[in-house]
């Protein structure tokens, strides 16, 4: 079992549909991250939650909506996306201290397809 | 700004070879720099952490080193095999931000 798991990995979707992206981790972490990565671009930070609260909202499209429940579950809510959202979703956490964050782990990641 | 870049974008080698991978930075206000491994349409596979205070790391055919004063870290593949074929992602973790920064990476290409 990986330490940061993703669901679903992959999934279409209309541009009028709304769909929700779960990352859940079990390594005990304080801190989770939604990142976007799209084809010859470098992975693109969206949101960061420490302790439940949003840390970072790196000025990304309210059609996004980010939600965390508790440090080890995390949901990035989708409705009214575009094509050009069409990306891999990539999930991670780290455990936060003093400022600095140790090493970094990733799940599976979901692949989008928006149509 | 921090910035990430790694050279080469993509590499292709015959079996066996050692390879070194590079990434600079332009900030040294690092306080580590992580490795990965990405395979296509997967997530990302941590490889190697090095906090700033250290020089390198090492994990089986993985050598890692960092030059924070230079902006600098190469990673040595040794007797490189057709299951490396990956691509290779740096990420830098700057004080002050919650976030990694990330290079484009290097795209490595092992042939029999």
């Known amino acids: 079992e990986t330490g940061v798991t993703q669901t679903p990995r992959h999934l279409v979707m209309g541009m009028t549909n709304k769909k929700s992206l779960k990352c859940e981790q079990h390594l005990g972490h304080n801190a989770m991250y939604w990142y976007k990565q799209s084809a010859k671009k470098p992975l693109e930070l969206m949101f960061v939650y420490n302790f439940k609260e949003q840390t970072e909202n790196n000025s990304v499209p309210s059609r996004f909506s980010p939600e965390c429940p508790n440090s080890s579950h995390l949901f990035l809510h989708l409705h009214t996306l575009q094509p050009e959202d069409s990306a891999l979703y990539l999930c991670a956490s780290t455990q936060q201290q003093g400022g600095v964050n140790t090493e970094a782990f990733f799940g599976q990641g979901t692949r989008l397809t928006v149509v | 700004k921090q910035e990430v870049t790694q050279i080469p974008a993509a590499l292709s080698v015959p079996e066996g070879e050692n390879l070194v991978l590079n990434c600079s930075f332009t900030?040294?206000?690092?306080?580590?720099l992580q490795w990965f491994r990405q395979d296509p349409g997967k997530g990302l596979t941590s490889l190697l952490l090095?906090?700033?205070?250290?020089r390198e790391q090492t994990s089986g055919r993985l050598n890692a080193s960092l030059d924070k004063s230079s902006g600098r870290s190469t990673l040595y593949i040794a007797a490189s095999q057709p299951g490396d074929s990956a691509t290779y992602l740096c990420?830098?973790?700057?004080?002050?931000?919650?976030?990694?920064?990330f290079g484009t990476g290097t795209r490595l290409q092992v042939f029999p």
């Open positions: 900030d040294s206000a690092i306080y580590n």
């Open positions: 990420a830098v973790g700057a004080y002050n931000t919650d976030k990694l920064i």
């Open positions: 090095i906090q700033s205070s250290q």
